[in-house]
């Protein structure tokens, strides 16, 4: 069986339309991270410029031997610093407990009481299977209105429009750390994340798993009275 190989221009005119169509691909591509980028211009800062809020909200970044990663340890000690300077009250992580073996949310948890921030000022959410979905959820599902979120440099972004979409007003925090491989695949995956982010903000789909609402968030908030 003979394989056709696509057929270049044979014409300047062919090439021209060629080379605009590419270029109009490209533009349509960068769409969504441009809208990233100018969405959250304004609400993005380090912890020391963070607004003191209720909530603080941590999305999972993987395990290691059940352990923390270390790109997730950083946005925990991002947490314990805010909860320790007094500008949050109350520490909201979310992230992926699909299965037995696999629990980001209670590993996030032992951390941050290891390092000062007192169990009953942690909410853990158990259903952050994504982005989109850990800002739905804590919308709807923990009554959260204003958060400030920590996640990486690369990441932020897209979780302060995704939250701001889904109705939290939003501060993000975007913690520093070791531009390796996994920083690098993580800008790039980004990019492509962008355009998810943007059918999500438009369309708002249900998360994964919604379930009935917990009152989690607003008792750590009464316990600290």
Known sequence: MKIRRP?????????????QGVM??????LLPATWLHVSTA???????????????VVFGAGLWAGEPSPYLAHRLDAAATLYREGRVR???VTGDNSREDYDEPDAMRAYLTEHGVPDTRIVSDYAGFDTWDSCVRAKKIFG??????ISQGFHI??????????????????????HDVTWYY????EILAAGKAAL????EPDPRFLGPKEAGVTRALEAGE
């Not at 057929?7 to 080379?19: A, I, N, Y």
């Not at 999500?200 to 369309?203: E, P, Y």
Request: net charge positive.
């Open 7 to 19: 057929r270049l221009p044979r014409t300047r005119t062919g090439w021209r339309r060629l080379v």
């Open 24 to 29: 109009a691909a490209c533009v349509l591509g």
């Open 42 to 56: 304004d609400r993005l800062g380090t912890t020391a410029d963070a607004p003191r809020t209720d909530v603080a």
């Open 90 to 92: 109350v520490v909201l």
């Open 144 to 149: 959260v209105d204003r958060a400030v979120l």
């Open 157 to 178: 972004r897209r979780a302060v429009a995704l939250c701001e979409a889904a109705g939290v007003d939003s501060y993000g925090v975007g913690v520093d750390a070791k």
């Open 186 to 189: 993580g800008g790039t995956r």
């Open 200 to 203: 999500d903000a438009v369309f």
